[in-house]
């Protein structure tokens, strides 16, 4: 009933905002599920050599981790992202997070499906955003993490819960260096309405940094006995 009912919102939905290409913007056709044909060759996707840990696309042959992942070890597991940070994916980060195009969530949840399925099935039974701050929910109107996680939950068929709450925080993440963040990011998430106990977690957020949201989202996770935390977001930005 709960999935007939999530379809049948996701239908309506489909009407009312048809899908559209995150990279040019135009209408997608029927038989296009994520970019439109004219954009697919334009978007690089993550494939080939990447590090182990975030995905991250490694230059040297020989590695198995970036050098970032080698220097910073991380609390969750493994992530990966869709595709290279490059202009049109920027573009459509952007348009998703600040241009009310919520509707692309739907064609980044079917690439992740598509690129990373088997990984996604084969490491959680739990899918949880990264939450957004109450006041920017409130500016922005919706958290595009949650509406992808949801759009992935739909598409893998896994279990969804927002099992996690963002602490209030006064300070612009994007200021702060890396030690400053991590301090800033100890206790910035809560567990809540939700038993994560044993519970393989896949994290959903739109971009990638220094990974160390997604460590304070793990840290949270497992302190409540979840027993994995992996991520899976759109990029990874410089
Ligand atoms: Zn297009
Ligand atoms: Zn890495």
């Known amino acids: ?16 905002f048809p899908p559209r290409c995150p990279s040019c913007d135009e209408l997608l056709a029927p038989d296009e599920q994520s970019f439109c044909k004219r954009c697919e060759p334009l978007i690089k996707k993550v494939r080939g050599n990447f590090c182990m840990v975030c995905g991250r696309l490694l230059k040297s042959a020989d590695a198995l981790v970036c050098p970032d992942c080698g220097k910073f070890p991380h609390i969750f597991s493994e992530g990966r992202p869709l595709y ?71 598409q893998s068929g896994i279990e969804y819960s927002h099992a996690l709450y963002r602490m209030k925080n006064t300070v612009p993440m994007k200021t702060l260096t890396r ?40 840290l949270a996770l497992l302190d409540q006995g979840a027993a994995e935390v992996c991520g899976i977001y759109i990029s990874i930005g410089g």
């Not at 393989?200 to 990638?208: A, S």
């Open 1 to 16: 009933m709960k999935v007939f009912k999530e379809t049948l919102k996701r239908e309506a939905r489909r009407l009312l």
């Open 84 to 154: 290279e940070y490059e202009g049109p994916v920027r573009e459509a980060v952007y348009r998703f997070k600040y241009g009310g195009r919520k509707s692309y969530a739907d064609a980044f949840a079917y690439d992740a499906m598509k690129l990373w399925g088997e990984w996604i099935k084969a490491s959680a039974d739990l899918i949880v955003p990264v939450p957004m701050n109450a006041d920017k929910l409130k500016k922005r109107g919706y958290d595009q993490a949650d509406v992808l996680a949801k759009a992935v939950s739909y």
């Open 179 to 218: 030690s400053e963040r991590q301090n800033n990011l100890k206790n910035a998430f809560q567990v809540r309405n939700f038993d994560v106990k044993l519970r393989r977690i896949l994290l959903v957020d739109d971009i990638y940094t220094t990974g160390s949201t997604l460590d304070a989202c793990a």
